[in-house]
């Protein structure tokens, strides 16, 4: 575990001297933020034209939990695009920089190296996350805050997608010495695991196919999450989807070890 720990720590201080991450977290956080208060404005909006024609029915809408809802599914899509700058670099540089031949000679397993690997690029994509609670904090000083259970799930459910991004691209970036190369290839994976439910709705959704697609979409699993329900069968597959993920980087990593 000591081994993990030290290469987990390496990775995460690599972020923090590194420029590029800096760019890319103000860029998203800039991002996300516009993409707040657009959907504050626009839902506020929808209110007020909602308790002009039926007062009752707008009374029963939480305004704030659908823009807590908006907010953090429009996250997920962002992280599709951001998660491929952050994982592009973890073993595609190694390779190109020529260090992975001594870090494959260290008294290490190919466990412990992948494993410490992503942690340490998950704990940086959980710290990006940690830094949207301030959307929710205007919320709770505008007087109405959101409801802080289901906002739990919300919260569960966003660093389990990004958890799987960050996954997917740690197996591409495990194939390539090229970040460019590593980087498209994760943005298409991740862009196919969260479309392959809409190809099941396809032909009116029916039948066995229909069901396997959509239980492999991270966008349908998503969604339990989004509605504040935290379900268990969500939380596995989300958990199998990492797991796999780094199973198949662990055998990459092995072949070039024994090459």
């Not at 959907?39 to 029963?60: D, E, I, R, T």
């Not at 298409?188 to 479309?195: A, E, P, Q, S, Y």
């Not at 699993?221 to 989004?226: A, C, P, S, T, V």
């Amino acid at each position: 575990m000591r081994n993990v720990l030290t290469i987990m720590k390496r990775e995460l201080a690599a972020y923090f001297v590194s420029p590029m991450a800096y760019v890319i977290v103000t860029l998203f956080l800039f991002i996300v933020g516009w993409f707040f208060f657009r959907g504050l404005v626009l839902a506020y909006s929808f209110y007020s034209m909602q308790a002009m024609q039926n007062p009752m029915m707008a009374a029963q809408i939480n305004i704030h939990d659908i823009v807590v809802r908006n907010f953090y599914s429009n996250f997920a899509v962002l992280m599709m695009f951001v998660a491929p700058f952050l994982s592009m670099r973890i073993l595609a540089e190694e390779r190109r920089q020529g260090t992975s031949e001594l870090l494959l000679t260290m008294p290490i397993t190919t466990g412990q190296l992948v494993l410490g690997k992503y942690l340490g690029v998950l704990a940086f994509g959980a710290l990006i996350l940690a830094l949207t609670f301030q959307y929710p904090l205007y919320l709770s000083l505008m007087g109405a805050p959101p409801a802080w259970g289901p906002l739990g799930a919300v919260y569960l459910g966003s660093l389990l997608v990004v958890g799987a991004f960050l996954a997917v691209g740690l197996v591409a970036s495990s194939l390539t010495s090229n970040q460019i190369i590593a980087a498209v290839t994760t943005f298409i994976l991740c862009l196919v695991f969260w479309m392959i439910g809409f190809l099941g709705e396809v032909g009116g959704g029916g039948g066995p196919y229909s069901e396997l697609l959509k239980s492999l979409s991270i966008n349908n699993h998503l969604e339990d999450f989004l509605k504040g329900v935290v379900d268990s069968g969500s939380v596995v597959f989300f958990l199998m989807f990492i797991s796999f993920a780094l199973f198949l980087t662990q055998r990459v990593v092995d072949s070039s070890r024994w090459r």
